[in-house]
C-alpha cells in the first residue's frame, strides 16, 4: 500500500485492490505443480517471483532482492516474468491451470480466498509464527488480511487506511473550519455541499463510479459503523442489507446535492487529477496519495472518516505475498525470503519506498519511520487508524459480493435506483454467490 499507488507499482491504488476475475479461479486451481526443484549445480536454489510492480514500487524490490543476496548465498530470487498486480489474478489462475506457476507471487487480498483454494498455496501457519516473523507484532489487519479458518495462506505484502483529505485552501475560501476526528457522515454531507461551487467547477468531494472494487471499499465502513458486516453469521446472506441501505442513502444525498464528482474511469485516476487541480474540497482516500498531493502544490489536511455512531471507523486494505508449491526446496527457500521480508528491517525499507504503512509497531517505533512521519503532513493520521481499522472478509464469494455492492452504488450514484431497491438487487446477487458450495 502506499504513497501513491502511482509511485507503488505505478498503479492507482484501485488497481492495487481490484477484486478482479475472482469468480474465475475456482475451475483452474486444483491443477498439479511444476516439477523444477530449483537447486543448481552449486547447490543454491533459484526462486521465481511474480511481484507485479513497475516504477518506484519494481525498484524498491530489486533493491529488497540484492540486499537478501548479500546477505546470505543459499537462495538466489528471480523477479523475471508475471504481469503488474492488476492482471495477476488472471496470470496466477492460468499458470495454476497449466502447472507452470512462480514460487511468490503478489496477490490482492480481495483475491486471496479464491488463489488459496488451490492445494498448490503454501500454508504459512508455523513460518509466521516462528522466529524471527514479527507475527505478534503485526497489527490486527495484517494478520487478518491473510487468515483463512484459523490458518495463515500468505504473507502481509502492503497495508493502508482510508481517511479524508481536505483541500485547505477551498475550505477557506468557503468559510467552513476544517473537520477534526469525530465528525459525522450528517458534517459531510453538510460540508460537501458548501464547497461545492459549480460555476467555478469546484466539488465537495469524489467517489469512484464504475463498480469495481474502489467503488465498494468506500462504504465498507459505514457499514460496519452502522453495525453491519459483509457476510451475515449465517454465512448464507449479506450482512448489510438493511444497514447498507443506510450507508446508500448518503451516497444519494451526495449525488442528490450534485456535490459528488463521479469518475467514469477505472482506476480514479480523474477523482485524483480534480483535486490535485484544486477543485475538489474533500477526497475519501489513502497515504499512498499523499506524495501526488503535495507535488501538486495543495495545502492539506487529514481527518479520520467521518461516523454514523461516534466510533472511530476504517477499513485497511492489505494485499498479499502468497507462496506456492513447486517443491520443498523451492518452498523452504520462499519461505525464507518472505519472511526475511516481514522483518521490521526490510518493512521500513519498503514502506518508505512504496508508501505502505508499517506492517506492525515495531517498524512504527523506528527512528527512519518517526522521521518520515514528523515531515508527512497527516501520515499519523492514517497509522493511528490502524489500532480499530477493519478488514474485508477473506471469503472466497467476496469477489461476486463486491461486484453486486459496486453495482448498487453506481446505480445510486447515478440516480438509476433507490437505496432500497439497489440493496435488494444486491442482496439477491450475493446469496446466489453464497449458497453455492466452496
Known sequence: MVFGRQHFAGLSRRDVLRAGAGVAVAATLSACGGTDDGVGADGRVTIEMWHGQTD???????????????????????????????????????????????????????????????????DLSETVHAAPTPWEDYWDPSRQAVTINGRVRASPAVLDALAVICNKRLFE????????????????????????????????????????????????????????????????????????????????????????????????????????????????????????ITQAGIDYHVVPLPTYSGRPMTICGPDTWTVFDNGSARVRAARTFVSWLAQPDQDIEWALTVGSLPLGRACEAKPEWRAHTAETNGLEVFTHALETARVRPVHPAYP????????????????KSSPTRALNRCAAAAKAALVIPR
Open 56 to 122: 518506484t514500487g519494481r525498484e524498491g524490490i530489486e533493491a529488497l532482492v540484492e540486499k537478501f543476496h548479500r546477505v546470505q548465498s543459499a537462495i538466489r530470487v528471480d523477479l523475471g516474468g508475471g504481469v503488474l498486480s492488476d492482471a495477476m489474478l488472471q496470470k496466477i489462475t492460468a499458470a495454476l491451470a497449466s502447472g507452470s506457476y512462480p514460487d511468490i507471487a503478489y496477490i490482492f487480498g480481495s483475491d486471496l480466498a479464491g488463489v488459496a483454494r488451490s492445494p498448490k498455496v503454501v
Open 173 to 292: 475560501e468557503a468559510g467552513i473550519p476544517l473537520p477534526q476526528a469525530g465528525w459525522t457522515w450528517t458534517d459531510f454531507l453538510a460540508t460537501a455541499q458548501r464547497l461545492t461551487d459549480a460555476q467555478r467547477g469546484v466539488f465537495g468531494t469524489g467517489w469512484p463510479g464504475v463498480g469495481d472494487e474502489d467503488t465498494v471499499w468506500r462504504l465498507w465502513p459505514m457499514v460496519w459503523d452502522l453495525g453491519g458486516d459483509v457476510v451475515a453469521e449465517d454465512g448464507r446472506n449479506i450482512g448489510f442489507k438493511d444497514v447498507g441501505v443506510r450507508a446508500l442513502e448518503t451516497v444519494e444525498a451526495l449525488a442528490r446535492a450534485k456535490s459528488v464528482y463521479i469518475d467514469p474511469k477505472p482506476g480514479s485516476e480523474q477523482m485524483y487529477q480534480v483535486f490535485a487541480s484544486g477543485r475538489m474540497g474533500m477526497v475519501l482516500t489513502g497515504p499512498w496519495q499523499i506524495p501526488d
Open 400 to 415: 461476486q459480493i463486491s461486484m453486486a455492492l459496486g453495482e448498487a452504488i453506481v446505480s445510486v450514484l447515478l440516480g
